[in-house]
């Protein structure tokens, strides 16, 4: 079945350095890729995402980037600060429409930014 | 902007009851999911709904079932609660054509 897979488990940075977070997906139909950020009891909220379509996405310190023929994708978090503290979650979805419109997630990358 | 909006957002109950969450998609959206977080776990999907027909199946337990109403909004109904099933409930929903998922706030179910 389908199958997302993430690299580090916790992420321990200092303020202002950059953070790497790596997911690899076993579905090759996967085309949309996004990337949540979930704090201690609450929601997982849509941070950035990109399509199958597109190499690299960039949103003022959060960029994405996405290699198909490796089935691997990366959040680049720069100039961290100690806001960027949470649980980060990648996540793959098949084709939209019919049976494989689902989000599977990764299992999430702790990171703790240090003042 | 209307976000999902999940009821009750905390719910007790004992061994062996059940229980009803429910979930109510932005306004628009055709698809709604739904999905169980352990404590420490990522979001493992349970099922999900489009335009009101089951559209996906996951790790759902026999005791659980779920359906979409006309008005779009979804309740997920769960039988013979047993004590693993503690967990936060989450919705989510989007539309089809526009494939970001919004989630709702939760709803955290404790069986004791």
């Known amino acids: 079945g389908e199958n997302v897979e993430q690299h580090p488990s916790t992420l321990s940075v200092q303020e202002g350095d950059s953070a790497v977070i790596k997911c690899t997906y076993s579905?090759?139909?996967?085309?949309?890729f996004p990337w949540y950020k979930q704090e201690l009891g609450k929601r997982p909220q849509l941070i950035i995402d990109i399509r199958s379509n597109v190499g690299e996405k960039k949103d003022q310190r959060i960029a994405v980037t996405l290699n198909k023929t490796a089935k691997h994708f990366s959040l680049h978090i720069t100039e961290t600060q100690p806001e960027d503290s949470a649980v980060y979650f990648c996540?793959?979805?098949?084709?939209?429409?019919?049976?494989?419109?689902?989000?599977?997630f990764g299992t999430g990358t702790l990171l703790a930014v240090q003042p | 902007a209307a976000g999902v909006i999940q009821s009750p957002r905390h719910l007790i109950k004992e061994k062996r009851e059940t229980a009803t969450l429910k979930c109510y998609p932005i306004?628009?959206?055709?698809?709604v999911y739904w999905y169980q977080q352990g404590p420490g776990q990522d979001p493992q999907f349970l099922i999900s709904f489009y335009e009101k027909m089951q559209s996906d199946k996951g790790s759902i337990p026999d005791r659980f079932s779920a359906q979409q109403f006309s008005d779009y909004h979804s309740e997920l109904n769960m039988s013979s609660l047993e004590l693993g099933d503690s967990a936060l409930y989450f919705c989510?929903?989007?539309?089809?054509?526009?494939?970001?998922?919004?989630f709702g706030q939760g709803t955290r179910l404790t069986v004791v």
């Open positions: 989510a929903s989007s539309r089809t054509e526009n494939t970001e998922a919004f």
């Open positions: 306004p628009r959206h055709d698809t």
């Open positions: 996540a793959a979805r098949g084709r939209y429409g019919g049976a494989t419109n689902k989000l599977i």
């Open positions: 579905d090759s139909a996967s085309n949309y």
